[in-house]
């Protein structure tokens, strides 16, 4: 039997690698592209990729996606994974915002655009919990978004672009409301990572706020399976939320770290940053219903593979 082959863009980032890697498993031949855009070190990137490269169905292409002939690259694929973006709320004020626009909205709306006149069956598009804003308890996909960062505000856009492309010219795309991944090879700029590198090299960790807000924290393993499923469901122009299996505060992640590390976190306090919202809670009732979505992961059990891999990324 044929292989399917798979586009993952954003194939060298904490969720692009880890479900290239997935999908290889799968049994998928893979192309990955990634143009290792500035948000951390490229090294990182690298080490990321380096499970997928090893295998004979990946194809690597450090292309950059704001001037990529999409027609001709889906041609080639039967399924997309678009997880290429600029992510982060905290850093998308100011002249950041223009390369938000660029490689979150004007990407995908490069994308749609050729997937509408191509044979794709699926794509399947990376959205975020930040497209709400702040919300007091379980959030269903009904609730009107109300982003609260620039970046917010982008990941509504692409959304909004996928929901049109699927209504006027029935392109099959679902995007995938994520909700704080973490996990192996999450990025340095989220808390998680940068809270156990700090404690285990026992720098200081920084919290902003009173640390009481709380988050919705999704494993990285469960976020890929989302992917995969959505990928076989039978929808398009339908949007989920993908959630995990605990909301905790910060103050809750710091303690729950320093007891697997056996370390005590040195905190300094620091305000509150704008676009931050204060709680997240996902309502999955859709993703369940819809495409078989069961979170497994909780943070007690998915945090001791983060601390290990952290441990091994910085040789501690
Ligand atoms: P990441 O930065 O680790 O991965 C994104 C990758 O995309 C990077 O390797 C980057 O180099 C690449 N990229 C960006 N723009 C590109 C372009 N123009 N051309 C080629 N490559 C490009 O981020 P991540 O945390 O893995 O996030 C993946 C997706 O999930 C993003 O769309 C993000 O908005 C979304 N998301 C992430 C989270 C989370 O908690 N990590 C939560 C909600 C949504
Ligand atoms: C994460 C991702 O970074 C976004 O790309 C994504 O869109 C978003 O999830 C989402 O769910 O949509 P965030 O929730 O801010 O954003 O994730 P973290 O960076 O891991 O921060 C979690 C919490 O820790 C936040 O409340 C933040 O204020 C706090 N934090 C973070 C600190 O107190 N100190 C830090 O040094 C970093």
Not at 38 to 58: I, M, S, T
Not at 86 to 113: C, K, M
Not at 125 to 144: F, L, R
Not at 292 to 304: A, H, L, R, T, W
Request: proline share 5%.
């Amino acid at each position: 039997m044929k292989r399917k082959r798979a586009l993952v863009t954003g194939c060298a980032g904490f969720i692009g690698s880890t479900l290239s890697e997935r999908l290889l498993r799968e049994g998928y031949e893979v192309y990955g592209i990634d143009a290792f855009v500035h948000n951390y070190d490229r090294w990182v990137k690298e080490r990321n990729l380096q499970g997928a490269l090893a295998h004979p169905q990946f194809r690597f292409f450090e292309r950059d996606l704001r001037s990529l002939a999409f027609d001709e690259l889906l041609a080639r694929v039967d399924v997309v994974f678009h997880q290429a973006a600029l992510p982060g709320v905290r850093t998308s004020w100011g002249s950041q915002f223009q390369e938000y626009v660029d490689h979150n909205i004007l990407v995908t709306q490069a994308l749609l655009e050729a997937a509408k006149n191509s044979h794709v069956q699926k794509i399947v598009c990376a959205s975020s919990s930040s497209v709400y804003g702040g919300m007091s308890g379980p959030a269903d996909e009904t609730i009107m978004p109300q982003p609260l960062s620039p970046y917010g505000v982008t990941k509504l856009a692409a959304e909004q672009l996928c929901q049109l492309y699927a209504a006027v010219y029935g392109v099959p795309v679902v995007s995938l409301r994520y909700f704080t991944v973490f996990g192996p090879r999450q990025r340095p700029d989220m808390a998680f990572h940068k809270f156990i590198k700090n404690v285990l090299s026992g720098q200081p960790i920084e919290i902003y706020g009173d640390g009481e807000q709380s988050r919705d924290f999704t494993y990285i393993d469960d976020a890929v399976t989302a992917n995969l499923l959505a990928c076989a469901a039978p929808v398009k122009g339908v949007v989920f939320n993908i959630g995990g299996v605990s909301q905790l505060t910060v103050n809750d992640v710091i303690s729950l770290i320093e007891t697997r590390t056996g370390q005590r976190a040195n905190i300094q306090r620091r305000p509150e940053q704008p676009g931050d919202p204060r709680h997240t809670f996902a309502d999955i009732t859709k993703a369940r219903h819809l495409l078989g979505y069961d979170p497994q992961f909780d943070v007690e059990k998915g945090i001791s593979l983060q601390i290990e891999q952290v441990r091994r990324l910085y040789n501690f």
